[in-house]
């Protein structure tokens, strides 16, 4: 065979040989690097989604598609100061239907940073998608502003927004940890321990001048609202009670049991409303999250903090 028939025979060859072979990488699929690399994408995406889930609500003034925006950030101190709002989608159109959630279609939460102040209200939706409040707002201060809703066919959101009320402003401190609080003539008795990371169930018992009442009223379709906000950042956390009026089994008082998770250690500020006689009343507690195992130091009673 001469030399030109020898190379074009071992050319056929190579041809032959590099065809199989890629013939078998396609049917084996990517490398294990490849795949392990995939793998490490796929487990990192999961993991950011996983932090994502939990992060507490109202830290952020746009979550997914949809933004909490004031009408104004700064107003003057007054005791009806009207509030304008509305909550915008990505393309910057106003919501205009929301489900409804604890017998309202948006919470509307506001409170001082120092947490003083802290006011739970029912604002109007009006024909241009926007919401309306007055506020009591006699005390400057810089003020957090929560919206808290469900849009209709959606998730349940919290967004959070600033509001600067001007005037000479100077915080308060935190009050201690404390077992009871007292509003008007009622004193209401936290029962239970936070522990980070865990659901913990929390029970607060309503006396009315010492007397147990046993006939507190529904409001917002329970016998309680509970919101629990993070000293420092003021992380807003869903709380939620267990059963409802007319279940047949939740008692009308004197406790409420709510079922409550909190995402790190430290202090937080408890706001429970309770409707009795046709009154609802707001209590306040300063509770420490401890890790289990921690033992607490209960404090004496303090009044209720400017509510």
Same mark, same amino acid.
């Given at each position: 065979m001469n030399t030109p028939q020898k190379l074009a025979g071992f050319t056929a060859v190579l041809a032959v040989v590099f065809a199989t072979a890629f013939g078998v990488g396609a049917l084996i699929g990517p490398t294990e690097q490849a795949g392990a690399q995939q793998s490490h994408d796929m487990h990192g995406s999961s993991h950011a989604a996983n932090e994502g889930d939990r992060l507490p609500g109202g830290l952020m003034v746009s979550d997914g598609a949809y933004t909490l925006k004031l009408a104004t950030t700064q107003t003057a101190t007054g005791i009806n100061v009207p509030l304008r709002f509305q909550i915008v989608d990505s393309g910057g159109?106003?919501?205009?239907?929301?489900?409804?959630?604890?017998?309202?279609?948006?919470?509307?939460?506001?409170?001082?940073?120092?947490?003083?102040? =802290? $006011?739970?209200?029912? #604002?109007?939706?009006?024909?241009?998608?926007?919401?309306?409040?007055?506020?009591?707002?006699?005390?400057?201060?810089?003020?957090?502003? =929560?919206?808290? =809703?469900? #849009?209709?066919?959606?998730?349940?959101?919290?967004?959070?927004?600033?509001?600067?009320?001007?005037?000479?402003?100077?915080? @308060?401190?935190?009050?201690?940890?404390?077992?009871?609080?007292?509003?008007?003539?009622?004193?209401?008795?936290?029962?239970?321990?936070?522990?980070?990371? $865990?659901?913990?169930?929390?029970?607060?018992?309503?006396?009315?001048?010492?007397?147990?009442?046993?006939?507190? $009223?529904?409001?917002?379709?329970?016998?309680?609202?509970?919101?629990?906000?993070?000293?420092?950042?003021?992380?807003?956390?869903?709380?939620?009670?267990?059963?409802?009026?007319?279940d047949g089994v939740t008692a009308a008082g004197p406790t409420i049991d709510f079922e409550a998770t909190t995402p790190s250690a430290g202090d937080y500020r408890l706001f429970l409303d309770f409707r009795h006689n046709g009154v609802v009343h707001?209590?306040? =507690?300063?509770?420490?999250?401890?890790?289990?195992? @921690?033992?607490? @130091? #209960? $404090?004496?009673?303090?009044p209720a903090h400017g509510h």
């Open positions: 159109r106003p919501l205009t239907r929301y489900a409804t959630s604890h017998d309202k279609p948006l919470h509307l939460i506001v409170v001082r940073r120092d947490m003083v102040g =802290f $006011q739970h209200v029912h #604002p109007v939706l009006n024909a241009d998608g926007s919401w309306s409040v007055p506020l009591n707002l006699t005390r400057a201060g810089d003020y957090r502003v =929560f919206a808290d =809703f469900v #849009p209709e066919g959606g998730e349940a959101l919290t967004l959070g927004a600033d509001l600067h009320v001007g005037g000479d402003y100077g915080p @308060q401190p935190l009050p201690a940890p404390a077992a009871t609080a007292r509003v008007a003539d009622y004193t209401v008795t936290l029962a239970g321990e936070l522990v980070p990371a $865990q659901s913990s169930k929390l029970s607060l018992s309503v006396a009315q001048n010492g007397k147990p009442v046993t006939d507190l $009223q529904p409001y917002l379709g329970a016998y309680g609202h509970l919101v629990a906000l993070r000293n420092g950042d003021l992380a807003y956390l869903h709380v939620h009670p267990d059963g409802h009026p007319g707001t209590a306040e =507690f300063t509770v420490t999250a401890r890790p289990a195992g @921690q033992p607490t @130091q #209960p $404090q004496p009673a303090t």
